[in-house]
């Protein structure tokens, strides 16, 4: 059996490029996908400690999280097609009607 | 194994969630009426009376729902008092944003079935929000809220700002939730459980069993984890109450979002992040009573060798700093006041921070002041742009001759924000200085005086920027003469919202007794 901080530090290095490409990405759909690594990072982490030490709550919170992180997918493309829409293009730089 | 006690537990707990029921079909029964009045002349009328139905519906059954405080579907949601006067004002919020919108140009008569349906499931999200008691139900709650206001922020589909706006919110919206699911599932790992009441008590045992290794110089790793953890799920809070570092998405937001929507995120998701971090830090991270470090130190002990109020101090300071400096330079209104929330924000996290009695309910009271003053801030934006389509401050000029009873009313709310007597701003700044100079008298005073001292000088920072407003409204002279409309609806509301400033300013009494009898956390 894979010792489950082997799953631990996979998920950290995960969580970590997925944070680091919501910061770097200037492509909206890159940026929509680091979201969702950081999301299965976090499931990932939920199942490895749920194994560890037995407990299903662990088991059932990463089925909660995958059917938000689909909600959440739709309502973020849906924009994205209106970003499309309105601009012709998805990267970033050219957000930017809204600042100081 | 045995479901039968688990579907049992369900079936009788549904006696106390009758009004999240109504708010659920209510919002199916909206999208059906969407359709059935799709040709009506008076739609927008009909739909919003029905709207205001079903939270009257959810309101009666509040109402009469029986008291006792205790856990529901199987320790998921907390129904306590703590958690019914955060649902009182979100019904409050939610109805009055009801009416406000009913009569502005921003949402199309056409879509304005979807809008009120999708309110009301954002208004349900904020009542699992505040009776949530499990990592898992709060971080539902928190998406099912977000979601929906996402939706909502880019309403105007063709707008590029109202898109913008929605973008930039859902990517902010989705790495806070990131952030805290990550955090969340650390918590999960070290303590066994996600259930908040009986991660109190393992995080207790968890600190007892620290200090004893600490002593023989070890378990550092552990420690270190569990500030991390704590750090992330504040991430998913801070971004909830617009809090420095998570704040950034609130202005451009509140910009582009339609502006009766703005004044209903800038109160109602903000008072549910607050019920949300009392529920938190207070059940999970302050002592309990009846232990030993109860006894010895308060309700504000630092559990697991970290000082949490120091913690939440600091951001404090910080957020409403950074807000009312930010909220100087600030010519479009709706911009000041995003920074003004963000501001407010950090006042309200300053009573979050002493984790006392009086804190607790400096922040129930400074929440149920803020949603009417701000409320009615962002109405009288409303006023103004229904006539000259900007909430540029140069369209302000001369308001007080064009358009007196608006201008008045945003006087009067102005200065409640910025908390000067007689107005209702002022007894709620005065609870949470008072929870804050509790604490200066104990350990640590100096560092709470601090606080205050910060606190008190950024209101009067504060009073600079919004003086602008008002020079503009009262001393300077219009573009133009001709007077400006306004709904008869947005007239009656902007008097009711001025009256309720001034009654709450001076007679505050029901207010605060109404607060002392929610004070009531539950703990399982």
């Known amino acids: 059996m894979v010792p489950s901080s082997y799953y631990l530090a996979l998920a950290a290095i995960l969580f970590s490029i997925g944070l680091f490409g919501v910061v770097s990405k200037r492509n ?33 919170i990463a089925f909660f999280v995958i059917a938000v992180a689909a909600a959440e997918a739709a309502v973020g493309l849906a924009i994205v097609i209106a970003i499309y829409r309105t601009r012709g293009t998805l990267h970033m730089d050219e957000v930017r009607v809204l600042r100081d | 194994m045995d479901y039968l006690p688990f579907i049992q537990e369900n ?66 949601i907390a129904n306590d008092a703590l958690s019914i006067f955060f649902k009182w004002l979100f019904l409050a919020a939610a109805a009055l944003t009801v009416i406000i919108s009913a009569q502005a140009k921003d949402i199309r008569p056409e879509r304005s079935g979807e809008f009120q349906a999708i309110l009301l499931t954002v208004v349900l999200g904020l009542f ?94 552990i420690r270190l984890t569990l500030i991390l953890a704590v750090i992330f799920v504040l991430a998913g809070i801070g971004y909830k109450v617009a809090a420095v570092p998570w704040h950034m998405w609130c202005p451009d937001v509140y910009e582009g979002a339609p502006t009766p929507f703005t004044g209903f995120l800038s109160v109602g998701p903000k008072a549910a992040g607050f019920a949300v971090a009392l529920r938190f830090f207070y059940g999970a991270f302050a002592a309990q009573p009846g232990t030993p470090l109860f006894d010895a130190q308060g309700l504000g002990a630092a559990v697991a060798g970290i000082p949490w109020p120091a913690v939440i101090g600091v951001v404090a300071a910080i957020t ?32 979050l921070s002493a984790l006392s009695k009086t804190g607790m309910q400096s922040v129930m009271i400074y929440m149920s002041i803020y949603l009417i003053m701000n409320l009615g801030a962002f109405l009288a934006v409303i006023v103004v742009a229904q006539t000259t389509g900007s909430e540029s401050i140069y369209e302000y000029r001369g308001l007080g001759k064009r358009a007196p009873l608006a201008a008045t009313a945003f006087a009067v709310f102005l200065f409640s924000l910025t908390g000067i007597p007689p107005f209702a701003g002022f007894i709620g700044k005065y609870y949470l200085f008072l929870a ?67 009654v709450f300013g001076v007679a505050p009494g029901l207010l605060v007794q109404w607060t002392e009898r929610s004070l009531q956390l539950f703990r399982g």
């Not at chain 1, 890159?30 to 490895?48: G, P, Q």
């Not at chain 2, 969630?17 to 008076?42: H, I, K, N, Q, Y």
């Not at chain 2, 700093?321 to 920074?339: E, H, I, S, W």
């Not at chain 2, 504060?462 to 409309?485: C, H, I, N, Q, T």
């Open chain 2, 320 to 351: 409403m700093t950074l807000g009312n400096f930010t909220a100087l330079g600030q010519t479009n209104l709706k911009r000041l006041l995003a920074y003004s929330s963000i501001a407010h924000a950090g006042y309200t996290l300053m009573g």
């Open chain 2, 128 to 221: 699992l929000m505040a009776s949530s008691a499990n990592l898992l139900m709060i971080y539902l709650s928190l998406e099912l809220v977000s979601i929906g206001s996402y939706i909502l922020t880019g309403f105007k589909k063709g707008d590029r700002k109202a898109v913008e706006a929605s973008l930039k919110y859902v990517i902010y919206g989705g790495v806070a939730s990131g952030v805290m699911l990550f955090g969340m599932s650390y918590l999960y790992g070290l303590t066994g459980t996600a259930d908040l009441p009986e991660m109190a008590r393992r995080i207790g045992t968890l600190s007892q069993t620290m200090a004893q290794a600490q002593a023989m110089g070890g378990q550092a790793a």
């Open chain 2, 436 to 502: 804050v100079l509790e604490r200066a008298s104990g350990p640590a005073g100096n560092w709470w005086m601090a606080l205050a001292i910060c606190g008190a000088l950024n209101s009067a920072v504060s009073l600079y920027y919004y003086a602008r407003v008002l020079k503009a409204m009262f001393l300077e002279s219009p573009y133009r003469d001709e007077p400006m409309g306004a709904a008869i609806g947005h007239r009656m509301l902007l008097g009711a919202f001025s009256a309720a400033v001034l």
């Open chain 1, 28 to 60: 909206i759909l890159i940026v929509f996908m680091c979201i969702e690594l950081m999301l299965n990072a976090a499931n990932l982490t939920f199942l490895a400690f749920a194994r560890q030490s037995g407990n299903m709550a662990g088991h059932a």
């Open chain 2, 11 to 76: 079936l009788r707990s549904t006696a106390w969630f009758r009004p999240e029921l109504a708010l659920t079909f209510g919002a199916v029964l909206l999208f059906l009426l969407d359709l059935v009045w799709r040709d009506a002349a008076t739609r927008v009328s009909r739909l919003s009376a029905a709207t205001l139905v079903v939270l009257g519906v959810a309101a009666a059954l509040l109402a009469v729902q029986p008291a006792d405080a205790q856990m529901l579907f199987n320790g998921m």
